[in-house]
Nanobody
Framework: QLHLVESGGGLVQPGGSLRLSCAAP????????LGWFRQAAGKEREGVSC???????VYVDSVKGRFTISRDNAKDTVYLQMNALKPEDTGVYYC??????????????????WGQGTQVTVSS
């Protein structure tokens, strides 16, 4: 059973940085596409970024140039480095994994394993 565990969320001022991690201890993620999604209060979940098993990355326009997704297959972990954070980045961030995921877009139906979420709050 694949369990994804996120960490790294918190409260940060606008312009600050956070790095989210998502690990699947003991479960190989080598063949999985990995994605990050977020959900703000009262809004629908939206895709943020994803990375293919081969390392190709996709970002939504609102985070391009500010967020960087990466993966370490040796550690079964995916990261989301978030810089220049804005209040509109506030939300619960979820990681997700799926065989063949990240097929050109950050699309939730491509993923069948989800983490429990970690809160990110950007506020002064």
């Amino acid at each position: 059973q694949l369990h994804l565990v996120e960490s790294g969320g918190g409260l940060v001022q606008p312009g600050g940085s956070l790095r989210l991690s998502c690990a699947a201890p003991g479960y190989g993620l080598d063949y999985h596409g990995l994605g990050w999604f977020r959900q703000a209060a009262g809004k629908e979940r939206e895709g943020v970024s994803c990375i293919t098993s081969g390392g190709t990355t996709v970002y939504v326009d609102s985070v391009k140039g500010r967020f960087t997704i990466s993966r370490d297959n040796a550690k079964d972990t995916v990261y989301l480095q978030m810089n220049a954070l804005k209040p509109e980045d506030t939300g619960v961030y979820y990681c997700a994994a799926g065989i063949g995921g990240c097929d050109g877009a950050v699309s939730a139906p491509e993923y069948n394993h989800w983490g429990q979420g970690t809160q990110v709050t950007v506020s002064s």
